[in-house]
């Protein structure tokens, strides 16, 4: 994946155990700044390896991790310099997740070899939504589970998120939720 | 072709759609302009809620046109449209857009459903707020980067001095163990399981010096022992070599005029100079021609410091090597010693700037003097060994101030390691010497204050007083005395001064009596 989510998932670390732990976790896998440029691609293997060594030092398991890291994109996306997008991207759940292919497809513009997935509301209704996912990688349905939870956050919404169905190339996920203030 | 859209299908491609009737009334209207705009309601007259930019809006509907491009201002707040005009027969739909910009993005007044699927300006606008979200991070990224190679840097650097402080000690103890094995061959040498022993201890040693030497080159330590050297004997000694260096195809000339002259210097680090002069030579006449390699014994480094600076004229033994190659512009001349820099195209650019080091190191200067076309002519000044006993050869006169004249060859030896002084004085007064052996800097301070000395022989590294401070008051105090340091590590510190000869330790015992000999 883009150095950019490697740069994120430090900053998990940095936040949660301090900047020790994170060096730690470079010498363990004898990685540095390099594996950390913004706008390299790097081989999914490494993204992976570092999600497992984050998860075992944030005692998570990896799926535990890779839900957290979800929620904590949507967190660092929203106070980075990322945060104009964020919030042009929709001012509400229901519209965010609608924009989501838009947002990507600009990050596709940005960034070339990237593999995004893709994101189809099929229903909505106050309260409940069922959004599609689709992707050519497999294994991130606790990330994307992490990412809608994060967005219940960000639009101030209690709810749950659940996987309704698994079907040959795609997941249907649910959203129930609340409207907060 | 007729198409026909419903409200809907023209919402999502024009959020922002108006559409009036002939009398400028409102009939349908798409939600980014409902959202932005509470007030605007389905039956207002259009004209009422936008000022449209530069219209004559008596001649709006008049017929000549099916589309005319259209701005739109609302008249409540700050919001513009812009977009075509598209007239029917019933009405006109205003297919009007947001007008977008990274600023309206940032400030979150705009949203993407606010705009039609499709739309390009919205695609670039993201674009270019990503790419600046990109650029930060990698600006952070490069910052990471630079601290980490400098952290690296600091990591090799306390490395190499903890190699160079390890060197340091073990080699004072090779040196206590090979100055005593000479000790002992000399004393009990004749006894031959005595001196079988002690040569294989000798060799052991060895064998531990050549390790200690590879940690010093390591921590990137001088190892090189700096001894007088007369200069045209290292090039005479060595011209078959260099004539190879030359190459067939250009003419190489000789001339040695400095004599008997010497300067303190590394043999090696010398030859290592000629060889890079002598390639950069070569390689700006890749069609032949002549150089010329000459030594002389010049006073002051005049030619090189145009800024007057030059400190005195001391002697210097002047190496001259001129090409008839092609020359150097002022612009490449003036970068010619820049590490790095190289006007060829697979030069590595350390040539001259490591003959810079080394001369300087030495207390000398190199420079050039290049025409475009004319050649270059490169000069390597190095500081004569012993300028007062050249004057002395010269006048014939008896110079020196404070050497004492009573026949005695005195030593003041400085060696904070007390096996290691005791064998050093016993070797040297069994070679004719008067030796004065000190433990401390203050023990030799007092001793120069009572006696004139014709060579001080000392250690560097040693609590309280270095050798080379010792060395510094020493020559204050006797300026005819020579100077011997010996070392197996040599502290950032330490600066060694022009003329003082540097043994590196162990100290090998035949080598240091050839030395101490010379200088007498
Ligand atoms: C400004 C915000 C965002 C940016 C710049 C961004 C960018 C990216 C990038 C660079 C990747 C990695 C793809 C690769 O390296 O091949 C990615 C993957 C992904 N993104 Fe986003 N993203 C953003 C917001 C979101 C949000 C809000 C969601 C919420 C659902 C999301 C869902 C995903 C998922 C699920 C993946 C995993 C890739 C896969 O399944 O194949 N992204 N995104």
Known sequence: ?181 | MLLTFSDQQIASLLPAYLHVDRSMIITAMGPAVRDHLPDIRIGMRCTDAFDFVHMDMDQFFDGTQDVKPVRLIARRGTMSLFGAAVFHEHGCLLAVRHALSEESMNSGSLHLSDFGHGDPVVLSTMLISLQRAMLEESQATAIELAAERERNAKVLERTSRVAGYLGHDFNNLLSIIRLNTDRLLRKFGDDEKISNLAHIIQETAARGSDITQSLMTLSQQQTDTLLPITIDDLIRGNDTFLNTVVGAGIEFDIDLQAGTAESVISYNGLLNCIINLLINAREAMPHGGRIALSTSITRGLVTSRSDGSDPEPGAYVAIRIADSGSGMSEALLSRAFEPLFSSKPNGTGLGLASVRDFAVEMGGDVWLESQAGEGTTVYLHLPLANPSAEAQKENEVGQSAQAPDDGARRILLVEDEPYALEALAEMLEAEGYSVTPCESGDQAMRALEQQSYHLLLTDIVMPGQDGTEIARQANLGQPSIKTILMSGYVPDSASLEPGWMFLRKPTDSNELLRLIASAF
């Open chain 1, 1 to 181: 994946m883009y150095g950019m989510i490697h740069r994120a998932v430090r900053q998990m670390v940095f936040d949660e155990l301090g900047e020790d732990a994170w060096l730690a976790l470079e010498q363990k896998l004898d990685i540095g700044p390099s594996e950390l440029l913004t706008g390299m691609v790097y081989d999914d293997a490494l993204t992976i390896a570092i999600i497992s060594e984050a998860s075992a030092r944030l005692n998570l398991s990896i799926d535990a991790c890779l839900f957290e890291f979800g929620r904590y994109w949507i967190k660092y996306a929203e106070r980075g310099p990322l945060a104009a997008i964020m919030n042009f991207t929709g001012q509400n759940l229901g519209s965010f997740i609608e924009n989501l292919d838009r947002l990507h497809l600009a990050v596709s513009a940005a960034m070339p070899g990237v593999r995004l997935p893709s994101f189809t509301t099929i229903s909505s209704a106050p309260g409940h939504l069922l959004v599609e996912y689709r992707s050519d990688r497999t294994g991130m349905e606790q990330f994307v589970t992490g990412l809608f939870d994060g967005l219940l956050t960000r639009f101030h919404a209690t709810g749950d998120v659940t996987i309704a169905e698994h079907k040959a190339s795609s997941i249907i996920f649910e959203i129930r939720y609340q409207d907060g203030i």
